[in-house]
């Protein structure tokens, strides 16, 4: 079984910053690509930022030069940097992994709970 934990949302003023984190835990033998989506009220989810294991990384246009995405690949964590924060940003965050808990299975993917991120002043 394999547990992601999103941690970092908040209340921040327009402006401000926040840290997100992702832990991944569990029967874990490699991830492949990890993201984060939000979604906002009355919206459907949408991808904010992915990275591969090697660390290429692609942004939603609206995040483009003001989050960046990382990782810890031995701590099988990844995070969200997320700069010039605006109230369109408030949304819950989701964490997205591709984990392969065996060479002998196919990956699959897990989601965390979500972390709640609100800009407002």
């Known amino acids: 079984q394999v547990q992601l934990v999103e941690s970092g949302g908040g209340l921040v003023q327009p402006g401000g910053s926040l840290r997100l984190s992702c832990a991944a835990s569990?029967?874990?033998?490699?991830?492949?690509?990890m993201d984060w989506y939000r979604q906002a009220p009355v919206k459907g989810r949408e991808l904010v930022a992915s990275?591969?294991?090697?660390?290429?990384?692609n942004y939603a246009d609206s995040v483009k030069g003001r989050f960046t995405i990382s990782r810890d690949n031995a701590k099988n964590t990844v995070y969200l940097q997320m700069n010039s924060l605006e109230p369109e940003d408030t949304a819950a965050y989701y964490c997205?992994?591709?984990?392969?808990?065996?060479?002998?299975?196919?990956?699959?993917?897990?989601w965390g709970q979500g972390t709640q991120v609100t800009v407002s002043s």
């Open positions: 569990g029967t874990i033998f490699s991830i492949n690509t």
């Open positions: 990275i591969t294991s090697g660390g290429t990384t």
């Open positions: 997205n992994a591709d984990v392969v808990v065996s060479t002998r299975l196919p990956s699959r993917y897990y």
